[in-house]
């Protein structure tokens, strides 16, 4: 079976641009959530999405929102991108809780 | 209350030797604790995990101890070889919350011939 497959693997936006990110969960899982992992640290929570509804939401600014989709295929959108904002985002998906979560490979951004 | 914390920060074990990765938290609603091997340029695989129930819980030469009274728990690899040479991450989560994981900040290991 196919694991999480994010797109893109890289992208590189300017200061205020706005960024879309999407995951294809596991085939049978049902939950997906976002992670943000910068640099030399943990992964830090952002949302979690089960069944086309948001289970939780992370420290982030509004900035950043996300939704699911009747296939279980998740986006992250991130709007006004700051320099902070570079960093590795991670999905993964499960099949609810409780429940391993299985991550992607990631989508690097960079942002300039 | 909803850090993770982990050390060391870096460690470095000869091939064949044992690898010991620590943690411990202070939310008593964690109910489950993964680790997580991430290689550079990679996301988090899950290795194992445990439950609360159990005070350890072995899957080849990974082996997690837990213990709850002392809100800590920790990772063995046994026979540590080169190819284990990545970051090593735990987590917790509070699962009647919600899946939301709370990470540890890594242990990068390598294991030297």
């Known amino acids: 079976d196919a694991g999480v497959t994010q797109s893109p693997t890289h992208l590189i936006k300017t200061r205020g641009q706005h960024v879309t990110l999407r995951c294809s969960p596991i085939s049978g899982h049902k939950s997906v959530s976002w992670y943000q992992q910068v640099l030399g640290q943990g992964p830090q929570f952002i949302f979690q999405?089960?069944?086309?509804?948001?289970?939780g939401r992370g420290n982030f600014p509004d900035r950043f929102s996300a939704r699911q989709f009747p296939n279980y295929s998740s986006e992250l959108n991130v709007n006004a991108l700051l320099l902070g904002d570079s960093a590795l985002y991670l999905c993964?998906?499960?099949?609810?809780?409780?429940?391993?979560?299985?991550f992607g490979p990631g989508t690097r951004l960079t942002v300039t | 209350q909803q850090q993770v914390k982990q050390s060391p920060q870096s460690l470095i074990v000869q091939k064949g030797g044992i690898s010991i990765i620590n943690c411990a938290y202070e939310?008593?609603?964690?109910?489950?604790f993964p680790w997580y091997q991430q290689f550079p340029g990679k996301g988090p695989a899950l290795l194992i995990a445990?439950?609360?129930?159990?005070s350890e819980k072995k899957e080849g030469r990974f082996t997690i101890s837990f213990n709850k009274s002392a809100k800590q728990f920790s990772l063995h690899i046994m026979d540590s070889q080169p190819g284990d040479s990545a970051t090593y991450f735990c987590?917790?989560?509070?699962?009647?919350?919600?899946?939301?994981?709370?990470f540890g900040t890594g242990t990068q290991l390598k294991v030297e011939l």
């Open positions: 445990i439950r609360p129930d159990v």
């Open positions: 987590a917790a989560s509070d699962t009647g919350g919600g899946n939301k994981l709370t």
């Open positions: 999405y089960y069944e086309k509804e948001e289970r």
């Open positions: 939310n008593t609603a964690f109910d489950y």
């Open positions: 993964a998906s499960s099949r609810g809780r409780p429940d391993g979560q299985y």
